[in-house]
Each structure stands twice: as structure tokens, then as C-alpha cells.
């Protein structure tokens, strides 16, 4: 299923416009959930984004929002604490109470985990709780800056830095994390909850993952994340997570709800129509005839988010189902008993001057090259004359032949 993103902004806890991003299906929403990020990070963390991406191509509509003073949201960090962050969250959850639904689904990574559990007690609509990481007591975080606790203490402020980024970090914000009793609120969850945690988190060690799961009433499940790091840098960690909340979820959720559909991505029938999702720099939902919904992207190498396949890769795609599609036509209408077809394609660009065969004589041509592998009791000549056909497909003939391209813009 395909995704697209919309900005959305909205007023924190202390009065100030917050920032987030609302990842949408194209098609049915199942459920609303809300991602709370992890400490001095921001909403597009990779972490954040590809979770919150992966669940809406799930169908699962995602909120995630930068807290008060941090990403592109308004305020001072140095006046927000785990309380305050606390309220943000619930602020971000009357949002979609009021514009869309309340959501069913609460996920929060390190400290945003404690948030989402602190918080759940307060959204009776939540059916599911997921934490990725997420400490047993908020006063964990104070091991960022352990070297300037004491300065803190006796200037009543002192600036550190968290990740390469200087904070601001004030004695309020001390005494905030320190009263806060993590185990009632897990306790008295009425919620579903399912902990994630990496066994070698260096950040965030996994015992705390143990004192939730304990602490919290069932139904409660726990994943490792086996080798993963904290900030689940590793993309496929990142997938994983999504697709097991997905999974997960699902025993949790009523009915599909509403359907999320994008006036600029409807393709009628014989077409096809493409149109930015926002989600990343290049990312692209691609509506077929207005049945198939796809992605497309440029890999991470060409500042994409590697969302989907690229548009090479797509021409690749269409030329290799074509000659597949074509070769097991011709077989059956000669009875050749071809049991099995792949087919392996690359592109890449080489110089005129070494295709001895090409008109082209000077600069770059593109090349494609394809490599059919094909099974089945059938002798050599068939297999040569299987070779001539696949040059037969409709796709191979159109990138051989003159192809007219209009465009124009619409009004």
C-alpha cells in the first residue's frame, strides 16, 4: 500500500506551536497511532520516520510530533521537562481526537516510551501500547550529562551537549524526572502493551525492558530486538518493528475506519498517475489504473529515503515481466514444456566508443542488460529460438523503437 504525508501543526502545553507529520495510507485507515520520538531527537529521526512510514503502508495512520523547543516545533527546551513532554503528547492526542480520530495505537521510543506510558492512563480510546527502548524511570536520561549534574545543581543550569548539540539542562528538569513514579502508571495501563528492547542497547540498558514488562498487567509481550542499536539506525530494524506493531495490533483493533485518499492520486482506468507523497525528498506514490498503488524512491545514495523502487528500476521491472509474460505465452502456444522463468536485469551507462554495434558514436548510451534463465525438458534449438523470442516482448520493441512523449501542464 502506498503513503503519503501531510504537515500538520498544532499548540503544545505551554501555549506554543508544535510541528508534526501525519503518515497516511492511500487507501483504508484501519487505526489511528501516535509516535512519541526519544529524547533531543525530533520527529524525522530515522527511526521515527521509517516506524511511522512502515505502519501507514499497513494501513495504520501515524502522528508524530517534535516536543516543545526541539526539531521544528516552537519554545525553549531548557523550560520543558518529562511532565511538560507528557502534556505535549496529550495535546498531540486531542489534535486527532478533534480532526481525525483518537488514536488506538500509542508507540514511544527511549524516552518517548516512558511518555507514551505515563500518558496512556489518560487516552481511553488507546488499545495498544508499544515501547521501543524505553527506560523503567525517566531520571535514566540524566546519564547523558552525569558530568554536569552537579554544576546544574549548584548554578541552577548548565549547558551540555547531547549528541554532538548543545542543550540547555536546568535544576527544574532534575527534580521533574526524579518524582515521577514510573510503576503505577504501567501498573494501572488498560492497554495492551508490547516492549521492544535490544539486548546490547548501549544507551538504554535492557533490564529496564524487564521492570516494565514486570511491573505492567497482561496482555503484555515482549520482542528483542536482538542486534540492534538504540536508535535503530540499521533500516531493516526499523521495518521489523513496524511490521510486528502491525501484526500485533491487529488482536487490538476494531473495524476499518474511514478511507484516506489523495485527490491527485486517481488513476482511471489505462492510466497511470504519480504524485509526491512528502514523505522524503523524492518519494512517489504511483497509482495503476486506480487498482495498484506502489512506491517509488531514489536510494539513500542519490538522497532518497529508499521508500521504493526507482524509476530504473521500475523500467527494469516492466521489461523483465514482459519478457517473462511473453516467453510463457509463446511456450504454451507451442507446447514447449518450460517449467520455470527468471529473469535478471541491470542498467548502467557505458561510453559509445566501446559498442562496436551501437549508432551511437560519441558520449554515453544506456545499457541494459538481461539474463533469462529458463527450465524445463526442452533441446538447444528451442532454447535459442526461446532467446529470439524474449527480443519479441511489446516492452523490449517500444525502448528499441521511436517513442512520442507530449506533455503538458494541466490546468
Known amino acids: 500500500m502506498g503513503t503519503r504525508s501531510e504537515k500538520i501543526e498544532f499548540i503544545g502545553a505551554q501555549g506554543v506551536a508544535l510541528a508534526a507529520r501525519l503518515d497516511l495510507p492511500e487507501g483504508t485507515v484501519r487505526a489511528h497511532a501516535l509516535f512519541a520520538h526519544c529524547f533531543t531527537c525530533s520527529k524525522d529521526i530515522f ?13 495504520i495512520a501515524v502522528l508524530r510530533f517534535d516536543f516543545t523547543g526541539l526539531g521544528h516545533s516552537e519554545g525553549e527546551f531548557a523550560n520543558t521537562n518529562f511532565t511538560s513532554n507528557v502534556a505535549d503528547l496529550l495535546a ?21 516510551g516512558a511518555a507514551v506510558l505515563a ?38 543550569e548548565a549547558e551540555v551537549k547531547l549528541g554532538g548539540r548543545p542543550f540547555t539542562i536546568k535544576q527544574q528538569f532534575l527534580d521533574d524526572i526524579a518524582e515521577q513514579k514510573m510503576q503505577d502508571s504501567i501498573a494501572n495501563l488498560k492497554a495492551a502493551l508490547l516492549v521492544f528492547h535490544a539486548p546490547l542497547d548501549s544507551y538504554v540498558g535492557v533490564e529496564n525492558a524487564g521492570m ?20 535503530l539506525s540499521r533500516r531493516e530494524d526499523a521495518a521489523y518493528v513496524a511490521e510486528v506493531i502491525s501484526a500485533w495490533a491487529t488482536r487490538y483493533l476494531g473495524e476499518t475506519g474511514e478511507v484516506a485518499t489523495d485527490p491527485d492520486l486517481k488513476a482511471a482506468p489505462g492510466t497511470v498517475v504519480v504524485a509526491e507523497t512528502g514523505t522524503g525528498k523524492f518519494a512517489q506514490s504511483v497509482s495503476v489504473g486506480g487498482t495498484h498503488t506502489l512506491q517509488a524512491d531514489e536510494p539513500l545514495t542519490y538522497g532518497g529515503n529508499d521508500t521504493g523502487p526507482s524509476p530504473y528500476d521500475f523500467l527494469l521491472a516492466g521489461l523483465g515481466a514482459c519478457t517473462s509474460m511473453t516467453l510463457r505465452m509463446y511456450a504454451e502456444r507451442k507446447n514447449i514444456p518450460l517449467e520455470k522463468i527468471s529473469i535478471s536485469l541491470k542498467h548502467d551507462k557505458i561510453h559509445a566508443d566501446d559498442c562496436e554495434t551501437c549508432e ?14 529458463i527450465s524445463g525438458d526442452f533441446d538447444n534449438d528451442t532454447r535459442i529460438r526461446l532467446l529470439e523470442i524474449a527480443d519479441l516482448c511489446p516492452v523490449h520493441r517500444t525502448l528499441h523503437s521511436e517513442v512520442l512523449i507530449t506533455s503538458r501542464l494541466k490546468d
Do not use: C, M, Y
Open 119 to 156: 500518558a496512556a492512563g489518560s487516552i481511553p480510546e488507546a488499545k495498544a501500547v508499544a515501547t521501543i527502548g524505553a527506560p523503567a524511570d525517566p531520571a535514566h536520561v540524566s546519564h547523558n550529562f552525569d558530568h554536569a549534574i552537579e554544576l546544574i545543581r549548584e548554578k541552577g
Open 47 to 59: 527511526a521515527a520516520a521509517k516506524i511511522s512510514q512502515g505502519l501507514a503502508a499497513r494501513g
Open 360 to 373: 551511437t558514436e560519441k558520449g554515453k548510451l544506456d545499457r541494459i542488460e538481461r539474463e533469462i534463465k
Open 212 to 231: 516494565i514488562f514486570t511491573a505492567a498487567k497482561h496482555p503484555k509481550s515482549f520482542v528483542s530486538l536482538d542486534d540492534a542499536d538504540h536508535l
Open 92 to 112: 498531540a492526542v486531542d489534535w486527532l481526537r478533534q480532526n481525525r480520530e483518537a488514536p488506538a495505537i500509542v508507540i514511544g521510543h527511549s524516552l518517548g
